[in-house]
């Protein structure tokens, strides 16, 4: 793996609207889960040769740094841009070795990823959550195996991440799926949707949080197109009728779809708003007074 170099792994967020996170982490650069829709694609984040991962060098020892200094209590999320579960994670263990860090500079932690070898570390994941908020989530897109290995051939399919999310909810750790993007023509529909919010209850979930459309930008659109000319013929020009140069693509279905989803999660007892997701994961651990800026 060829490592690059990085000043600082750490970074504080905008705002603490996702999932409550005071801080981003990310270890990797580019992901070769090959995910059809990817955003990170994009033009704007300036990635070259997407598919190929890189480490940040001197990762931990920048991280340890970063944690024992006095940047202040907050949750660390990572999964954003890349997927920490890499297979490369398998080897090196940097994600391994940075929830170790987490754990001893107490910080909490909220990790998204489509890996199944997230479970490997759920003996650390078990450990901060005795001393600060850890949430996992999973994306899942589609119900069936066989439309997941096709919009995300890279990974593990759908099954394997609910059963991972099985073992995590067992575990006591607070869980879910992000359920996004959900594909216009492809997943927007109500089969798929309810058929992902019932699995979810078996594994005993704490929440979906959804998008029934997706987002679009420049260099991603290229890509996209090029798979759905691959993979489901006549499609890209349905999206080019629809949606043009359009950033938010959402779905025609949304306004049907939503209140289904809805009365799935209520039926499951399945969270689905952010503020409720963040003061469910998150109370017990914080002051009152810092869950009520949510
Ligand atoms: S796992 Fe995430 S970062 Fe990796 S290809 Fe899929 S969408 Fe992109």
Same mark, same amino acid.
């Given at each position: 793996?060829? /490592? ?43 990635? +070259? &040769? ?33 997927? #920490? ?21 107490? /910080? ?9 070898? !997230?479970?490997? &570390? ?10 600060? #908020?850890?949430?996992?989530? !999973? ?13 995300? #051939?890279?990974?593990? #399919? ?37 058929? !992902?919010?019932?699995?979810?209850? +078996? ?23 090029? *798979? ?13 009728? *629809? ?32 503020? &409720? !997701? ?17």
């Amino acid at each position: 793996m060829e /490592f690059i170099p990085a000043k600082t792994l750490v970074t504080r967020t905008k705002d603490l609207s996702w999932f409550g996170a005071r801080y981003n982490m990310n270890i990797y650069k580019g992901c070769s889960h090959g995910c059809i829709y990817c955003d990170s694609r994009s033009n704007c984040y300036q990635i +070259e &040769d997407f598919g190929t991962i890189r480490a940040k060098q001197d990762a931990l020892a920048i991280i340890r740094k970063q944690l024992r200094g006095r940047i202040g209590a907050g949750v660390i999320s990572t999964g954003a841009m890349s997927d #920490p579960y890499n297979p490369l994670e398998k080897e090196y263990e940097l994600t391994r070795e940075a929830l170790k860090l987490i754990d001893r500079y107490h /910080f909490g932690v909220a990790i998204a990823t489509k890996s199944d070898l !997230i479970t490997r &570390d759920i003996d650390l994941l078990s450990k901060i959550n005795k001393h600060s #908020p850890t949430i996992v989530k !999973i994306t899942i897109t589609a119900c069936n195996d066989k439309l997941s290995k096709i919009v995300e #051939p890279g990974v593990c #399919p759908s099954s394997k991440r609910f059963e991972a999310l099985k073992k995590i909810s067992e575990a006591g750790i607070f869980c879910g799926i992000l359920m996004m993007p959900i594909l216009p023509f492809i997943e927007d529909n109500e089969e798929n949707i309810v058929g !992902i919010v019932r699995k979810a209850a +078996e594994c005993g979930v704490n929440f979906i949080y959804p998008a029934i459309g997706m987002t679009i930008r420049e260099g991603q659109r290229e890509y996209f197109y090029q *798979k759905l000319d691959e993979k489901f013929p006549g499609l890209r020009e349905k999206y080019e009728k *629809k949606f043009n140069l359009r950033y938010r693509c959402t779905s025609d279905k949304v306004r049907k779809l939503w209140p289904i989803f809805v009365a799935e999660c209520k039926r499951y007892g399945i969270l689905y708003n952010m503020p &409720d !997701i963040i003061k469910a994961y998150q109370s017990g651990f914080w002051q009152e007074e810092q869950l009520s800026l949510f």
